[in-house]
């Protein structure tokens, strides 16, 4: 199955959106952010767009919601708002539809229509803790660092939020965004504290630690990483760079054999063959 921004390589720093990859963990590389209605039933088991006819309005819009996440999820983004516009059609108060328009239009790079829906969302639902994520990473991408992270803060306290890994993550990656290396630090921690799988908090802990020069807890994490699922590119270099300077030869070798047999032509590869390593 497609995973919204792809989750692939490059989104080792890239925030939770999307319970696809938030959960349980996308299959390429730690994804994307965290958007807790994750319908139950196989996207390949939907029917296509049409309308609700049963329920209240309020249940007719989150039934479109939730099918709208799960084609969102599957990448099928003009299907997705589609339901999103049926959702608010049939019940214009309820936020979550909002967000799932607002999660569209952000794949879609439609950044203006992303924040209106965003801000009417979280107008509709200011508790929602999906909504308060979802527009917390949409501001830091902005560069709005302050009023994102006191949105991820509303998520993060929200008793009733099952995932508070996802904002404490991105928390962490917008305070690594704007160089803020201790805060980034708490809030990664916080998240595996919350949740020891969490890869994406764990490489980019690992990460921190080798730009702040503590390698050992550097090679701590990325371990940690890697016993959690298959190495990617990104992981393997990063290894790689820890053991050099730890001056373990004999793991930086076989980092750099995996790297040159598992991910030849990558960018990280290449930089191993052209000795840049830092």
């Avoid at 990558?266 to 063959?273: R, S, V, W, Y």
Wanted: glycine residues 8%; hydrophobic residues 40%; aromatic residues 10%.
């Amino acid at each position: 199955m497609k995973r919204l921004f792809s989750c692939a390589l490059a989104a080792l720093s890239a925030a939770w959106l999307l319970s696809g990859c938030a959960g349980g963990q996308p299959a390429a590389a730690p994804g994307v952010a965290a958007q807790s209605q994750q319908p139950s039933t196989p996207v390949s088991e939907y029917k296509p767009v049409e309308t609700i006819t049963t329920g209240s309005s309020r249940t007719r819009a989150k039934s479109h919601t939730e099918l709208g996440l799960a084609y969102l999820e599957a990448g099928n983004v003009a299907v997705a708002l589609e339901e999103g516009r049926l959702a608010v059609r049939d019940d214009s108060s309820y936020g979550p539809a909002y967000n799932l328009m607002g999660l569209a239009h952000l794949y879609l790079q439609e950044r203006q229509q992303a924040r209106e829906n965003f801000e009417k969302a979280l107008r509709l639902a200011p508790s929602d803790p999906d909504i308060n994520n979802n527009f917390g990473w949409f501001l830091c991408q902005d560069g709005d660092t302050a009023r994102a992270m006191q949105l991820f803060n509303n998520a993060i306290k929200n008793p009733l939020y099952a995932s508070p890994t996802r904002p404490y993550t991105n928390a962490g990656l917008c305070a690594m965004r704007s160089g803020d290396l201790q805060t980034a630090e708490v809030n990664f921690l916080r998240a595996i504290n919350a949740d020891s799988t969490n890869v994406q908090a764990l490489y980019n802990l690992a990460l921190l630690f080798y730009r702040k020069g503590n390698y050992y807890e550097a090679r701590k994490y990325v371990s940690d990483f890697h016993a959690q699922r298959d190495p990617v590119a990104e992981s393997l270099w990063l290894a790689l760079r820890i053991e050099r300077k730890l001056g373990d030869k004999v793991s930086e070798a076989g980092f750099a054999g995996q790297l040159r047999r598992r991910f030849a032509g990558t960018p990280e590869h290449q930089a191993l063959m052209q000795g840049k390593y830092d």
